[in-house]
């Protein structure tokens, strides 16, 4: 796009949201990188304008509110922003446990980062979303694991079960502002994050899947962007799971 219209990615030094930076960069977007480790946000930001990508990386813990409002500053002066990607969660070596040994401690701190940051990042960002004064987009990261019911993984299902109705109520509050609000569910992904999930787990997708083979970052990219993509323009407020055929409704 001529004008470089701007979209946040939040958690984007890897994985998932390095691979719906890309996307969006190569789709003509201006792609601020979000991501808490330092290290990894540089090394992203570097990457990608080797690519020819205009991308920015900005250091943010998205579960601390007074960093949030740095991301908001740092993004209006960048210029127009028109999408936001709520992707950042806890996601690596979250499972395991039977919902009644889950420690209060693990279920606030999953919580905190899944359920509330979408939120917290969604309403500081909003200023800057209606000064843009066009269409805007916002896609969540939930999981199919919400949609499936998976064991011995409850906190993490209850934060992404409420990022699906986060997504309801914000596509309703915002629909006649012009921003519309959309979630995708991808199923168990092979990147950094998912590096210590159990093998049982992965037997389950492979043995559950229509499309049997492993799910890759990039069989994601092609939804978030059409999310963020102008004939997305009269779809809000829903949730698509990307998961090979691994949940159906």
């Known amino acids: 796009m001529a004008d470089r219209r701007t979209v946040v990615v939040t958690g984007a030094g890897r994985g998932l949201g390095l691979a719906m930076a890309r996307r969006a960069g190569a789709d003509g977007f201006r792609v601020v990188l ?19 990508i205009d991308a920015h990386f900005t250091r943010c813990d998205v579960a601390d509110p007074a960093s949030v409002a740095q991301l908001a500053d ?9 999408g936001l990607v709520n992707n950042a969660a806890l996601a690596n070596g979250v ?31 909003l200023p800057h979303l209606l000064a843009h004064g066009g269409p805007g987009r916002i896609v969540n990261l939930a999981s199919d694991a919400a949609l499936y019911g998976s064991p ?25 502002k012009g921003i519309t609000v959309n979630a995708v569910a991808p199923g168990l992904t092979e990147c950094e994050a998912t590096e210590t999930v159990p093998a049982e787990r992965h037997d389950l997708y492979r043995m559950n899947r229509a499309i049997s083979r492993p799910q890759q970052p990039d069989d994601l990219t092609g939804t978030v962007a059409f999310l963020l993509g102008e004939e997305s323009r009269y779809l809000t ?13």
């Open 34 to 52: 979000a991501e808490l480790e330092e290290r990894r946000g540089r090394a992203a930001e570097t990457r990608l304008r080797a690519e020819g």
């Open 74 to 82: 740092f993004t209006g002066e960048l210029g127009p922003l028109y």
């Open 95 to 125: 499972g395991g446990k039977e919902f009644q040994d889950i420690d209060v401690e693990d279920w606030d701190r999953l919580m905190t980062v899944n359920a509330r940051s979408p939120w917290l990042v969604s309403k500081a960002l």
């Open 152 to 176: 011995r993984l409850a906190h993490y299902i209850a934060s992404k079960g409420a990022v699906i109705a986060l997504t309801r109520a914000m596509a309703r509050e915002l629909g006649d």
């Open 237 to 249: 407020g829903q949730v698509i799971a990307v998961n090979g055929g691994f949940t159906m409704h």
